[in-house]
């Protein structure tokens, strides 16, 4: 009888509450746990972050912090990135410094200045450029074959950070 009063009770809140969880997992917001250092130093590895999933209708913004499926063959990992360029932007990396529509770009919480150049390269509309702030670092647009990440392979904005010490007191 117990038993039974007991499963009567619980299994509808039970019920209710994984429900309610993967809605949210799904539709609202995930954690996730960062596995590499291409975004040092405003990232660290092994922190853990909040990305609130994207509506169609959310506008993303330049120097946002967004999780994406790479353009990559054989890649099924999510990427953490910064939104570099936008639909119709010219994203060029030289002589260390990123241009944006041709205007130097300043970048506090990049790790150090890129060795490398980078197009110019036009973003097509519906489409989106990551670089990562270990910019020397980082697998990210500047090497892959495909810069440009589709809309439909984002995941969410990143809303915030929890440090891996915050989280484990080291």
Known sequence: MKVKKFLKEWIPVLALALILSLTIRSYVAEAMEVPSGSMLPTIQIHDRLVVEKLPWDVKLSFQDIVVFYPPVANEDKRYVKRLIGLPGDTIEVKDGMLYRNGAAVDEP????????????????????LFLGDNRNDSYDSHMWDTPFVSRDALVGKVLFDIPTHLLYGE
Do not use: A
């Open 109 to 128: 919480y990049i790790m150090e200045p890129m060795q490398y150049t980078f197009g110019p390269v036009e973003v097509p509309e519906e489409h989106y």
